[in-house]
């Protein structure tokens, strides 16, 4: 027997949806595994976390009391690199 309806495809079977609902049931009845971090004991992990930043300016102008400062030429270009590196060890 062929269900049809707007909001189900057309290739879909009443033993289908039986079937859907009967694992689906079954499913919601499963028990949940628990989320948890349990490395073993003795484990010994060394992680490095490394970060980059650049930054870059174009173009400045500033001005005070309405007039155009000009500033003295300086390096407008910025960066920073930062490391750290962590060593853990499971007890």
């Given at each position: 027997?062929?269900?049809?309806?707007?909001?189900l495809?057309?290739?879909?079977?009443?033993?289908?949806?039986?079937?859907?609902?009967?694992?689906?049931?079954?499913?919601?009845?499963?028990?949940?595994?628990?989320?948890?971090?349990?490395?073993?004991?003795?484990?010994?992990l060394?992680?490095t976390?490394?970060?980059?930043?650049?930054?870059?300016l174009?173009?400045?102008s500033?001005?005070?009391?309405?007039?155009?400062?000009?500033?003295?030429?300086r390096?407008?270009?910025?960066?920073?690199?930062?490391?750290?590196?962590?060593?853990?060890?499971?007890?």
């Amino acid at each position: 027997m062929k269900l049809t309806s707007p909001w189900l495809p057309s290739a879909m079977t009443l033993s289908s949806l039986f079937l859907a609902g009967s694992v689906a049931g079954s499913l919601a009845g499963a028990p949940v595994d628990e989320v948890a971090f349990k490395p073993s004991e003795g484990l010994a992990l060394t992680r490095t976390f490394t970060t980059a930043h650049e930054m870059v300016l174009d173009d400045m102008s500033i001005t005070m009391n309405g007039q155009p400062l000009t500033s003295p030429e300086r390096d407008k270009n910025k960066s920073m690199n930062a490391t750290m590196v962590v060593d853990d060890e499971f007890a």
